[in-house]
């Protein structure tokens, strides 16, 4: 596979290794609760805890999660390079660097787990980037002659941003757990760079209604 085609291959393998980890770490921890956690409680460590062989051999959601956020955010960024060398115009140069950032900023999530500091602002920021890319990009794509493309992905980041409104403007009393609208914006993301790789892969069979654009000719 020739190098162009490994770097949007890239944004496959991406979402899915954090799909997987993230579901395998839910699984194997049976404290975790979707309704009152957040997903990084899943890569916690306990204050009486230290990072050793003995903790990590029993705590697998922690290796899990921690891990697989490291892992993803180093896997997808040659797909931001992907989107940096087939940018048209000035918003897709700078929503691969957003792209970039919001990949930097997960696995940064990972590397500053639960209670490290400064794990808040790293996930904030993976969250705030990935929203701010979408209206970014799809900006680009509009003004490159793709609107109904660059319509949807501005509209994804409007539904991510929305998502987290709701959950806020439905809190009655104690903040509930994050799991929920972190596992919208992760889907929102990750399903994003799922399209956006097989449409530069040229796979078929699904069909292109959205008007993405095709692999250059080599």
Do not use: C, Q
Not at 22 to 38: E, K, M, N
Not at 61 to 89: K, M, Q, S, Y
Not at 177 to 200: D, M, N, Q, Y
């Amino acid at each position: 596979m020739e190098k162009r085609a490994m770097a949007a291959a890239t944004g496959l393998a991406a979402p899915i290794l954090a799909a997987v980890t993230i579901l395998a770490a839910t699984v194997v921890d049976p404290g975790f609760s979707w309704a009152s956690d957040a997903l990084s409680n899943l890569g916690e460590l306990p204050v009486s805890e230290s990072i050793t062989l003995s903790f990590l051999t029993g705590a697998p959601e922690f290796v899990l999660f921690n891990g697989g956020l490291i892992l993803t955010g180093l896997v997808g960024l040659p797909f931001a390079l992907r989107l940096w060398t087939d940018a048209e115009n000035a918003f897709h140069r700078l929503g691969a660097v957003e792209f970039a950032g919001a990949l930097i900023a997960l696995a940064l999530v990972g590397v500053f787990h639960i209670p490290r500091d400064p794990h808040g602002t790293v996930a904030i920021t993976h969250y705030l980037l990935g929203i701010v890319f979408m209206w970014t990009y799809g900006t680009g794509s509009v003004l490159a002659g793709r609107p109904r493309w660059g319509l949807l992905t501005i509209w994804l980041g409007i539904f991510h941003l929305l998502a987290w409104l709701v959950w806020a403007a439905a809190l009655t009393g104690p903040i509930p757990g994050l799991a929920i609208p972190e596992t919208v914006g992760a889907a929102v993301f990750g399903g994003w760079s799922l399209v956006a790789a097989r449409a530069k892969l040229g796979w078929p069979p699904l069909p292109n209604p959205l008007h993405l654009r095709s692999p250059p000719a080599e």
